[in-house]
C-alpha cells in the first residue's frame, strides 16, 4: 500500500480518542498526602516511590465499572474516529496480558481481566479504529529502562529515568531491555489484538538510530498498514506529533496530530477540574482540522475503570454538536487560506469521488457586522448553514453576493448572515463550490484585520544563529538583530493601521518572555516598540504554549496597493536561547 494510502483513514478521522490508564490512576494524583502539580502518570518519578511499593498498587486495581463499550460508544457518538489506549506507559506495567512480565493487569491485579482484548473487540464491533500507545524508551520498573543520566535536563525537575532505585547510570543497558521487553511485547500487540491503526510511541530520550529503526521495520513486518508516529524517534515515523496541547500558528505539510488534554493531566488526578469546555474544544478541533492537524483528546479513566463524569458530560456535548456539523471537520483537509481568522476556522472538502467541492466556515465568533470573505476565486453556487433544532438537520439557505477580480480585495463573497448567532456552539456555513477551492494567497484585510504569519515571511537570516521557522510557524533561533523579515501584503486602502505583533514561548509549559526592541517599517514610515506582554492571549490553544500581544501603535501607509512590511530587531534578549519567537504580525484598520 502506498503511504498516502496508509494515512488516508488517518487523515480522514481527524478526531480521536486517548486513554491514559494505568497504576498511576489508583493514585489519582495523590502521594502521602502530597498533591502532584504535574500530570498525573507522572507520580512515581516525582515523588521517587521505590518500585516495590509502587507495583503494590496492583493489589488495589480493580476497576469493576469498566466497560471497552460504552468507552467506545461514548467516543463514537462524539465524533471520534479512532481510540489510543496505553498499553504501557513509562511506569512499565502492561495494561494488557504479557507473557514477557508478569507486571500486568492480568497477572498482577484482583481484576485478572485484559482490557486491551476488551477494547479491542469493541473497536470491532462499534467501528473505531485502534490505536496503541507504548512507551518505548522509559520503563521505572526496569533497572535498563532508558535513563539519560544525571547531566540531561531533567522533566519538570523530575527524573527521566529511574535514578531511585537504580542510581548506578554506568550499569544501565538499555539495549538489553530493549531486547527482552520491547521488542517482544510490541510484538504481542501486534500479534494478539486485532488490527492495529496506529503505533503510538512516546519520548524518545535515549533510544538510538538503529534501535528506532528495528523498532519500525518490526511493526511494519508484524503489521504492514499500522501508522508510526514520529516519537518512535531518530526522525522516523508516517505522521508528525505535535507537542503536547501545541498548536500551530502557521500551516503545515503533511499528516499531523496533536495530542491534547480536556483538564491538565493525561492520568487521572481527582483535584484537577480545570476541564476545557465542549466551544473551547470544538474550536481547536476545528483550527486543527483547518492545517490537517488531527486531535487526540484525552480522558484519564477513574481507578474503577469509569470515566470522569465531567469529561462524559462535555464529549457529549461535543458529540451532540458534531452529530449535526461533524461533515465540517470529517474527511476535510486543511484550509487554503495561508492565514489565520479571528472569526473562527476554514476547513475544505475536495471535489473527489464525485463529491461537491465545499468549503466550511467554522465560527468561533460570530461576526457582529457584515460578513465578507475575500480571495476565494471559485464561484459559490450554494451557501448553508445547518442547525439541531427540530428538524434533525434542517439547513438554512444563506444569500449571498460574490464579486470575481484580479485584486484579491474586490475578489469578495458577502454572506447574509442572521444578526442573532445560531444556538449552536459553533456555527458552520458551508459553502458549495463549482470546483475546488482557489485562493489568493496574497495576505490582506479581512474583517478589518491583515494577518501577517511568520510562516508566510521572507526571513532575512543573515547570522549563524540561522533563524527559521519551526513545525508550529513560530520563527525560533532570532538571537541577533542582523536577522529581520518582511512580508508582502495588499491593502485595500492608505491610511493608518494599528500594529500588533504576537510572540510565543518555545516550550511546553515554558513562560512566555519578552524584553526585545523592535521596528516596524513600511516605505513610508516607521514605528518603534519594545515586546511586552500587553495583552496574553486567552484561548486554550495557549493554555500550554502561552503567547502575548504587543500593541506597537499605528503605522502609516500613503497609498494602497501591494506594500512591503519588513520586522527588524534593534535589540534581542536572548531569554535562554529563546530570543525573540514570533507567531504574526496584525494590522488592524483604523476606524
Ligand atoms: C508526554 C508525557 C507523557 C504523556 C505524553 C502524551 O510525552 O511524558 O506522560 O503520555 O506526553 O502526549
Redesign the pocket.
Known sequence: MTEEKRLQWFMDARFGL?V?WGLYSVLAGEWQGQRMDY?G??IMSRYRIPGAEYAKLAERFNPQQFDADAWVQLARQAGMRYIVF?AK??EGFAMYHSACSRFNIVDATPFGRDPLMELADACARGGLKLGL?Y?QD?DWHEADGGDPGPQYPR?FGMSWGNDWDFPDYAAKNYARYFEAKVKPQVRELLTQYGTVGLI?F??PVTINAQQSQELHDLVRELQPNCLINT?IGNGLGDYG?M??NQVPSGQVEGAWET???LNDT??YKYFDNNWKSAADTLGVLAGLAGKNVNY?L?IGPQPDGAFPAASVSILREIGAWMSVNGDAIHNARQSPYPYDFDWGAVTQHLGVDGQTARLNLLFRNWPASAFTLHGLRTRVVRACTKTASADPTPRREIGFTQAIDPDVHKTALTLDLPREAPAELMPVVTLELEGDAEVDQTLTLQQGVIVLPADCGRVQALSAAAPEVDRAGILTNWLDPVDAIEWDIHLPEAGYYSVDIITSAQRHSAPWQGGHAVRIETDDTAIQARISADEMITRPETRCYAQAVTHCGDLYFASAGLQTVKLIALAIRPNNGVGLALAALRLTASQ
Do not use: M, Q, V
Open positions: 486517548f491514559h500530570i502518570e507522572w496505553t506507559h513509562h500507545y512507551s522509559l522533566n503510538w512516546d519520548c516519537r506529533s507537542g503536547d495530542p491534547a488534554t493525561w492520568g487526540l484525552n
